[in-house]
């Protein structure tokens, strides 16, 4: 048998699994199946007695010997197999609910069997349920340490099992079929890693745990390696291909900015990461920047001083916001900081009223707009600019990669791109999930925050907390209380908030209550904001429509109701709304008292860090990549069979490198016919490699 032989020529597979297998796990071939990992491991390698078993927690383990009685017990549906086996050494009790009937016809007193399962001690008498059952000679096929697989729901309802796919790679290893190298002979050798064939045979039947481990070790590399040569393949073509405007100089209005505007002295992440940028867009390369800053970390002045170099220069900047609330307080902010430059700068969302749109389209294409500001409504197709220079998307795990294309499309020359988030990802995680993006970090707060305190409280602490809300309010502080979007059911959504309004409206009846939603018209959003902003509303109730950008530095308290119903990101979000002023800020996680493991260890790290990258970390290790803000818009579908880009960060680093080194020496691949191939067969939806000789 070839790797590439079709699966219908295995035993046991006929054309109807064939299709199956097609279907559930995109496999056609031998190789294609060899690929289909196990993700642990049963141990079939010894064979235990019965008079040694002992404790609570035994494993699964091997029996050998012989049914000594067998019979019949209960009746219809009920009906169950009672049987007692024994190895000379001590009996054990058998006993099979399914196929009672028919298994029992089939148990031969003469043959030794080999049963595999996990015995529990019943009535002081071991018990085994559903064992595996084999004869010696079908035992032996499993023998020694034997893949668990994945399965997926269509695979189980047609009835097969890990042990049936177990069996299949079996057999098509035992043919013996010619594994060819596809890494680089010296990346092998410089990584420790085994060879190919030896690690598609080790990892669905390794002799022992050391072996499966390095089999897993390069067959994780492997993976990791192809994803980074794409990607950066990808990278270096891009840029290569994408003309940029020249941003030579420093000019007039980032100058007297600087000079006669500047709020307070930049800190030196904040100067760092504008080096960054500068030298950026001044490359002739299109600029594709990934910024990413904690909440309150600074990104807007970054995003205005490098705005005003591309004003410098003679383009127009624009700047985009993933809601309505986030693009007005941008407008608000960057007039107020640039007012005096008298530079013409205007906001364009979805209520921007007809003839104030008309205006902004006319001073867009005549060019005496500076720099707009704006919700999705900025990519439309009939706004157009007269010279787009660089374009700044806050937030922008909300915009997938083909609206920032349409924005290159709105110039001739595509527009220098800065994306900015406040979700931290780790930075290699960060180049592989945004691809093409090169990633710029603000890893400092400006001076004077004190960290926000946070704690985990219950709602027999409630009245405790309401008095310590009530001395805060006293003190002049602000306070938001938040709940979560519960079920994604709007009316009960609205119900809970406005429940929690009334009460907190009851209860704190000398302060004026706000409250803001997702389906409220903008007007009164922006109405119910305005007064949390401007301090006449000392509460704000909200959903978590306030999570972006929201920024009253008076506010000392955040009250997050149903805590472990939020992911720890959005929780880190939410709680950077407090904590931009001089005070002390106090974060509580309300919370359910009795709550699974994973949901009290989110919470428990929430309260033990302000540092959004261990937290990111944590999420990610908890809810897995692809649950990441971000990952399912970024463009790549990263379908990993065998490594985690979380748990793996030291392999994704390795093979990086590996990576970067290969296409540094051999752009195109030239010399790797059979990974050129094994890349179109990859990724053959992002980038045809094929083509490339
Ligand atoms: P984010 O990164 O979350 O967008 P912002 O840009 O909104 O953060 O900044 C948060 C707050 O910190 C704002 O009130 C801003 O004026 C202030 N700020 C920004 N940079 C500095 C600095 N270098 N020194 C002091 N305060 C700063
Ligand atoms: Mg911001």
């Known amino acids: 048998m070839e790797l590439k032989t079709a699966l219908t020529y295995l035993k046991g597979i006929g054309p109807n699994r064939a299709a199956l297998l097609k279907k559930e796990l995109g496999a056609e071939t031998v190789g294609d199946l ?298 608000e902010s960057i007039s107020a900081m640039a007012g005096e430059l008298g530079l013409n700068i205007k906001l364009l969302t979805g209520s921007t009223p007809k003839s104030r749109r008309d205006e902004i389209h006319s ?61 931290p990802i780790p930075r290699t995680l960060a180049m592989t999930v945004y691809g093409d993006l090169d990633v710029s970090i603000i890893d400092e707060l400006p001076p004077g925050r004190k960290p926000v305190t946070t704690v985990l409280r219950y709602d027999v602490n409630r009245q405790q907390i ?39 409206a009851h209860l704190f009846s000398d302060f004026k209550v706000a409250m803001v939603h997702g389906r409220m018209k903008p007007s009164e959003k922006e109405r119910q904001m305005q007064l949390f902003a401007s301090g006449e509303a000392k509460i704000l109730v909200a959903t978590t429509v306030i999570e972006v950008g929201v920024n009253v530095p008076n506010a000392s308290v955040m009250i997050i109701e149903n805590a472990e119903r939020f992911g720890l990101s959005q929780l880190h979000q939410l709680r950077g709304r407090v904590g931009r002023g001089a005070d002390q800020s106090y974060c509580i996680l309300m919370s359910r008292q009795n709550l699974s493991h994973d949901s009290r260890h989110r919470l428990q790290v929430m309260t033990a860090t302000t540092d959004g990258f261990i937290l990111a970390e944590e999420d990610m290790k908890l809810r897995g990549p692809g649950d990441i803000e971000g990952t399912a818009q970024s463009g790549l579908h990263i379908n990993l069979k065998i490594a985690s880009l979380v748990a793996d960060t030291p392999i994704l680093q390795q093979a990086r490198t590996a990576a970067e080194q290969l296409l540094d020496a051999d752009p195109q691949l030239a010399s790797y016919p059979g990974l050129r191939l094994t890349l179109s067969r990859l990724f053959d939806r992002t980038m045809d490699w094929a083509r490339i000789s």
């Open 34 to 331: 060899l690929e289909h990992y196990p993700t642990s491991f049963l141990d079939r390698s010894q064979v235990y007695k019965i008079a040694d078993l002992h404790g609570a927690e035994m494993p699964q383990i091997q029996l050998r010997g012989r049914f000594i009685a067998a019979s019949l017990q209960g009746e219809g549906a009920r009906t169950r197999l009672v049987t007692a086996f024994t190895d000379g050494t001590g009996v054990i009790e058998v006993v099979w609910f399914r196929q009672a009937a028919s298994i029992q016809k089939s148990l031969n007193p003469d043959v030794t069997y080999v049963l595999f399962g996990k015995p529990t001690e019943f009535n002081r008498r071991w018990q085994l349920v559903h064992p595996e059952l084999d004869t010696e000679a079908s035992a032996e096929k499993h023998r020694g340490l034997r893949g668990v697989y994945p399965l997926t729901e269509g695979l189980r309802n047609r009835g097969i099992t890990s042990r049936q796919l177990h069996t299949w790679m079996v057999t098509a290893l035992d043919s013996n079929p010619p594994i060819p190298e596809i890494l680089p002979e010296q990346i092998v050798r410089a990584n420790g890693l085994m060879s190919r064939a030896e690690a598609l045979h080790a990892i669905h039947r390794p002799a022992n745990m050391i072996e499966a481990q390095r089999a897993r070790h390069r067959l994780k590399f492997e993976e990791l390696f192809y994803l980074q040569l794409n990607i950066i393949r990808y990278g270096r073509n891009r840029k290569a291909a994408l003309k940029g405007h020249v941003f030579s100089k420093i000019g007039h209005y980032f100058n007297s900015f600087y000079e006669r505007c500047m709020p307070f002295e930049l800190t030196g992440a904040q100067k760092r990461v504008i080096r960054e940028i500068r030298s950026d867009m001044n490359t002739g390369r299109q600029m594709n920047r990934l910024l990413q800053g904690d909440v309150g970390s600074g990104k807007t002045l970054v995003a205005l001083l490098t705005m005003l170099i591309a004003i410098d220069n003679g383009t127009q900047a624009c700047l985009m916001a993933p809601t309505e609330i986030l693009a007005t307080q941008h407008y």
């Open 466 to 504: 309401y008095n310590a809300l009530h001395r805060q309010l006293l003190a002049g502080r602000q306070a938001y209380i938040v709940y979560p979007l519960i079920d994604e059911n709007p009316k009960l959504e609205l119900r809970d908030l406005q429940t929690g309004y009334d009460n907190i």
């Open 363 to 423: 001073q867009l294409t005549d060019g005496s707009l500076n720099i707009l500001i704006g919700t999705h409504a900025v990519i439309e197709d009939n706004v157009r600019f007269a010279r787009l220079g660089y374009v700044v998307i806050d937030e922008q795990h909300r915009f997938g990669v083909a609206q920032r294309a349409r924005l290159w499309q709105k110039a001739e020359i595509a527009p220098h791109v800065l994306v900015m988030t406040a979700t």
